[in-house]
């Protein structure tokens, strides 16, 4: 059986823009660095929101979303988020923009993102979706861990 990895984590590494950090993403053996912006969480409250957002995917929940560019919910303006779809003991994984329109992003009272989008593998112009597979198990271990790869 394949043994499948999954990390998220803020690295070390300084942002050329103001109010922005780096981080990173480990689905098996891929590795992604992307920006977060830090004008709203903190470093601490992405880490803690990210952890949390696994916990309800392990627990049972069939999506979550583990935003990385985060403004109030209040405002209209876009964010980005690595959302989770479970389907039984596999996780899909897709980098998604998030537009803000009357009906969406909407977020619970604890700024957990709900009334995520359906997973489409294809889309609206017929093109695939780029997405990863890592296992239900992946993200328990992840949970367990305190630590994290640096890449």
């Known amino acids: 059986m394949k043994t499948s990895h999954f990390a ?5 590494q300084k942002s050329d823009e103001e109010q922005t ?5 480990q689905i098996d053996q891929f590795v992604e660095r992307f920006q977060i912006t830090l004008n709203y969480w903190d470093k601490a409250t992405f ?16 999506t979550v979303g583990l935003m990385t560019w985060m403004t109030s919910p209040t405002v209209k303006d876009y964010r980005r988020a690595w959302i989770l779809y479970r389907e039984g003991h596999r996780v899909f994984i ?5 537009i ?8 619970d009272e604890e700024e957990h993102l709900v009334e995520i989008p359906p997973r489409n593998t294809v889309n609206e112009d017929g093109f695939r979706v780029s997405e990863w597979e890592t296992s239900l198990q992946s993200l328990a271990n992840y949970l367990a861990s305190s630590a994290h790869p640096r890449a």
Do not use: H
């Open 21 to 25: 950090a780096i981080g990173c993403i």
């Open 94 to 98: 897709q980098d998604k923009v998030l």
């Open 47 to 62: 880490q803690r929101k990210w952890r949390e957002a696994v916990k309800r995917l392990v627990l049972g929940a069939n």
């Open 8 to 12: 998220i984590w803020i690295t070390d």
């Open 100 to 107: 803000a329109t009357g009906k969406s992003p909407k977020f």
